[in-house]
Nanobody, 124 residues
Framework: QLQLVESGGGLVQPGGSLRLSCVTS????????IGWFRQAPGKEREGLSL????????NYADSVKGRFILSVDNVKNTVFLQMNSLRAEDTAVYYC?????????????????WGQGTQVTVSS
């Protein structure tokens, strides 16, 4: 079972950028799909982006396409989420999660292991 630890959250002004890191341990990324999610107060958990370790394919939700970029360091087993042009509505707790290698969509129920989350606040 993969373990995940997020970091990199913080306070940023609108229009700014942050890079989140998801350090994984317990297995190579080839056998998993890694997803990035967020949850704002009073809202459902929202899928943002995923990386399929078996194929290298990435996917993005429409809400972040063109602003967020997922990248992977296979040597360090770390998945990054570069977030640009941040808006107030991006404020949320951000999570990374692992699911089976066959997972190809951002349904939270398909992901079995979750990090503890990192807070991102976009405010002036």
């Amino acid at each position: 079972q993969l373990q995940l630890v997020e970091s990199g959250g913080g306070l940023v002004q609108p229009g700014g950028s942050l890079r989140l890191s998801c350090v994984t341990s317990g297995g190579p990324l080839d056998y998993y799909t890694i997803g990035w999610f967020r949850q704002a107060p009073g809202k459902e958990r929202e899928g943002l982006s995923l990386f399929m370790g078996s194929s290298g394919r990435t996917n993005y939700a429409d809400s972040v396409k063109g602003r967020f970029i997922l990248s992977v360091d296979n040597v360090k087993n770390t998945v990054f989420l570069q977030m640009n042009s941040l808006r107030a509505e991006d404020t949320a707790v951000y999570y990374c999660a692992a699911g089976p290698a066959t997972v190809g969509a951002l349904f939270p129920g398909d992901f079995h292991s979750w990090g503890q989350g990192t807070q991102v606040t976009v405010s002036s």
